[in-house]
Nanobody, 123 residues
Framework: QLQLAESGGGLVQPGGSLRLSCVAS????????IAWFRQAPGKEREEVSC????????TSADSVKGRFSISRHNANGTLSLQMNNLKPDDTAVYYC????????????????WGQGTQVTVSS
């Protein structure tokens, strides 16, 4: 069974940091572009950052540029999102997702999704 599983979410104060991880099972991530999405209550799911299959290309939403960094480790099938200088607006459920196509910000093209991990930024 093809699965993605996120971890690393939690409660953090504004200005703090968290590192999210995503692990694949049942398939290899080597040939998939991977992304982190997030969805806050009452808002649409939005892409945070994505990375190409070979790791050579990344994109990030303007709201997180300079604060979040995406990376992948194909050898052990993991994806990471380092989040620094977190803000209350970053509060959301964060999902990792994989697509067999190229990098895209459109959720509909991602065929594999994790269950999500909650990130709450609050004092």
């Amino acid at each position: 069974q093809l699965q993605l599983a996120e971890s690393g979410g939690g409660l953090v104060q504004p200005g703090g940091s968290l590192r999210l991880s995503c692990v694949a099972s049942g398939f290899t991530l080597d040939y998939f572009a991977i992304a982190w999405f997030r969805q806050a209550p009452g808002k649409e799911r939005e892409e945070v950052s994505c990375i190409s299959a070979d790791g050579g290309s990344t994109t990030s939403a303007d709201s997180v540029k300079g604060r979040f960094s995406i990376s992948r480790h194909n050898a052990n099938g993991t994806l990471s999102l380092q989040m620094n200088n977190l803000k209350p607006d970053d509060t959301a459920v964060y999902y990792c997702a994989a697509t067999g196509g190229g990098t895209t910000s459109l959720a509909k093209y991602y065929s594999h999704w994790g269950q999500g991990t909650q990130v709450t930024v609050s004092s």
